[in-house]
Nanobody, 123 residues
Framework: QVQLVESGGGLVQAGGSLRLSCAAS????????MGWFRQAPGKEREFVAR????????YYADSVKGRFTISRDNAKNTVLLQMNSLKPEDTAVYYC????????????????WGQGTQVTVSS
């Protein structure tokens, strides 16, 4: 079982940057692909980014491609989401999640979720 805790959310101005962290406590963190999702009020949870268990493969939603970077440090059981050039439409609760599927991009394929961290981008 994997326990996930996000941190780093907050209020930023449009065009600014923010780095989200997800700390995992589990015996086999390095065996899981890790993803970031976000959910705005009244909207469905949407995929943001994913990184394979080894960290060798990443995938991004078109809406964040070129602005966000996902990375992981398996030695520290941590996954990061560096968010640059933030836009108001990036405002959402951001969740990290773990999947046994190295290529998972859909919420249903992730078995473990953090509690979420709020990101608010002002204009």
């Amino acid at each position: 079982q994997v326990q996930l805790v996000e941190s780093g959310g907050g209020l930023v101005q449009a065009g600014g940057s923010l780095r989200l962290s997800c700390a995992a406590s589990g015996r086999t963190f390095s065996n899981y692909a890790m993803g970031w999702f976000r959910q705005a009020p009244g909207k469905e949870r949407e995929f943001v980014a994913r990184i394979s268990a080894s960290g060798g493969t990443t995938y991004y939603a078109d809406s964040v491609k070129g602005r966000f970077t996902i990375s992981r440090d398996n030695a520290k059981n941590t996954v990061l989401l560096q968010m640059n050039s933030l836009k108001p439409e990036d405002t959402a609760v951001y969740y990290c999640a773990a999947s046994r599927n190295d290529y998972a991009r859909f919420p249903s394929t992730y078995g473990y979720w953090g509690q979420g961290t709020q990101v608010t981008v002002s204009s």
